[in-house]
């Protein structure tokens, strides 16, 4: 049998095991003992016009751009509800990593561009070596998501950003951070910058500082440093593996 690399160590997953699944087995594999601590709740937009009315207009763009797996959930319920899931299935699909491209591809959709750089800029800049002149680009979005994606696509090609969903923090009880802060984790990972922002914010600053802080990648790592919260370890690539493999190396060096 491999080595345990993270036997004796307990790792907080700032998401829902079940929204977490894989991440949570991958550690426990490895020994962890994993506490998962949800902080966020995916709801629908404040306002859902926007959405609705790209889903039953699918036909006009060329493109959807999926910067997470909610966001696909999202423009999959728009278009079966409206009437549209052939239109959207016809569409090119770009993702920004292997997770959001599980999702598409369990929705039906065609993965025909995976970001290879783990970020919103980086899949807007190899998407703009996919464009025709004029194609225009879907992009449903976190309601306050960061603009990044389509910051890169901007003057380039029409782009027409739609909320798609929200997050709101959900509460944490007092029972879940007392044993956290009396048995503060050796790790934790953090997979998004709103995470990260609702774990501060929620009172888990003092947790941090005895932890190894680990990011599924560069955007959520500079989220971390912008609080104030020194990172030991970010992922090569948004997957549950390399998140697994950063927080190995955060702990052993």
């Known amino acids: 049998?491999?080595?345990?690399?993270l036997t004796g160590i307990r790792v907080l997953v700032t998401r829902p095991r079940a929204r977490a699944e894989e991440l949570c087995f991958l550690l426990e594999e490895e020994g962890a003992e994993v506490l998962a601590v949800?902080?966020?709740e995916v709801v629908p937009p404040s306002d859902d016009r926007g959405l609705r009315a790209a889903a039953e207009r699918l036909g006009r763009f060329a493109w959807v751009a999926f910067a997470s797996a909610p966001a696909v959930e999202a423009l999959v319920e728009a278009a079966r509800t409206s009437g549209t899931l052939g239109a959207l299935r016809r569409l090119r699909v770009a993702v920004v990593g292997p997770g959001?491209?599980?999702?598409a591809r369990a929705a039906g959709l065609e993965v025909t561009l995976e970001g290879?750089?783990?970020?919103g800029a980086a899949l807007g800049e190899e998407l703009l070596g996919r464009l025709?002149?004029?194609e225009e680009v879907l992009l449903p979005a976190a309601e306050e998501g960061r603009p990044e994606l389509e910051m890169a696509l901007a003057g380039t090609?029409?782009?027409?950003?739609?909320?798609?969903?929200?997050?709101?923090?959900?509460?944490?009880?007092?029972?879940?951070?007392?044993?956290?802060?009396?048995?503060?984790?050796?790790?934790v990972l953090f997979a998004s910058p709103r995470t990260a922002e609702a774990f501060v914010e929620g009172g888990g600053?003092?947790?941090l500082g005895s932890a190894r802080v680990v990011a599924i990648g560069p955007t959520t790592a500079a989220a971390l440093g912008a609080l104030g919260v020194p990172v030991a370890g970010v992922a090569d690539r948004?997957?549950?593996a390399d998140l697994v493999e950063a927080a190995v190396r955060a702990v052993r060096g």
Do not use: H, K
Request: no cysteine.
């Open 1 to 5: 049998m491999s080595e345990r690399r």
């Open 38 to 40: 949800p902080l966020l």
């Open 100 to 103: 959001t491209a599980r999702a």
């Open 116 to 119: 290879a750089g783990g970020t």
């Open 132 to 134: 025709a002149p004029g």
């Open 157 to 187: 090609a029409p782009v027409t950003r739609v909320a798609a969903y929200r997050t709101e923090r959900q509460a944490v009880g007092d029972g879940v951070w007392s044993d956290v802060l009396q048995r503060p984790p050796g790790v």
């Open 205 to 207: 600053r003092p947790v």
């Open 238 to 240: 948004p997957t549950s």
